[in-house]
């Protein structure tokens, strides 16, 4: 069956540190992948997208690899801070977007 | 508009009453989605709309959901005879097809607690 796998442990690290997000997928051959942002009460925000011929996109802090292979995707945040504490997502294209559940992300100033 | 719309923002029902949600894209968004989040869990994909016809139904959880969208524009959603178990927020996304790719522009979502 297809499954999108987040980690659903929260990760909780101190300010200034890199944040590794984790998101892993069986039976979908995507042509991208697509990372967003969700806040307590709002709609996920979208951050990157990265494309099945592409290994790594960057914009500001962030950083995001796509390994077809291994079927991972992972996400980076740099110099984190307590502002970037949010649930974060990936998304799959299907016949629509199927996202993964989520890892809550806790930057301790 | 300016970003997605949805209403109401809260709604409070009773079992076995039917509900309908709204969903106002951005304008010129020609894919609408409509996503189900219950407390603490990550988005159950309900239903995509292409222009006004709906390629992919297979998220709708049972014959009592059903949505439509007319004049490729706004969306409704409809829940008949509520359930307990379809309290959630209720997730409304358009998006522009650009190079192949959908990135999708979420609404606040609407709060649905069946009493």
């Known amino acids: 069956s297809q499954k999108i796998e987040q980690n659903s442990e929260a990760l909780n690290i101190q300010e200034g540190k890199t944040a590794t997000l984790t998101c892993n997928y069986t039976n979908y051959s995507p042509a991208y992948l697509q990372w967003y942002r969700q806040d307590p009460g709002r709609g996920p925000v979208f951050l990157l997208l990265?494309?099945?011929?592409?290994k790594e996109k960057r914009k500001e802090r962030l950083k995001v690899t796509f390994d077809t292979t291994l079927k991972q995707s992972l996400f980076h945040i740099t110099a984190s801070q307590p502002a970037d504490s949010a649930t974060y997502l990936c998304a799959l294209d299907s016949i629509s977007l199927i996202f993964g559940s989520g890892t809550r992300l806790l930057v301790r100033p | 508009g300016a970003g997605v719309s949805q209403s109401p923002s809260n709604k409070v029902t009773e079992k076995g009453k039917d509900v309908e949600l709204r969903c106002d894209p951005i304008?010129?968004?020609?894919?609408l989605y409509w996503y189900r989040q219950s407390l603490g869990q990550g988005l159950e994909f309900l239903i995509y709309f292409q222009g006004n016809s709906a390629p992919d139904k297979s998220g709708l959880p049972s014959d009592r959901f059903s949505a439509e969208r007319t004049g490729g524009s706004v969306s409704t959603l409809t829940i008949q005879r509520t359930q307990q178990e379809d309290s959630a927020v209720y997730l409304c996304a358009s998006s522009l097809e650009v190079s192949g790719a959908n990135v999708l522009t979420f609404g606040a979502g609407s709060r649905l607690t069946v009493l």
């Open positions: 990265i494309r099945e011929n592409e």
């Open positions: 304008s010129g968004h020609t894919a």
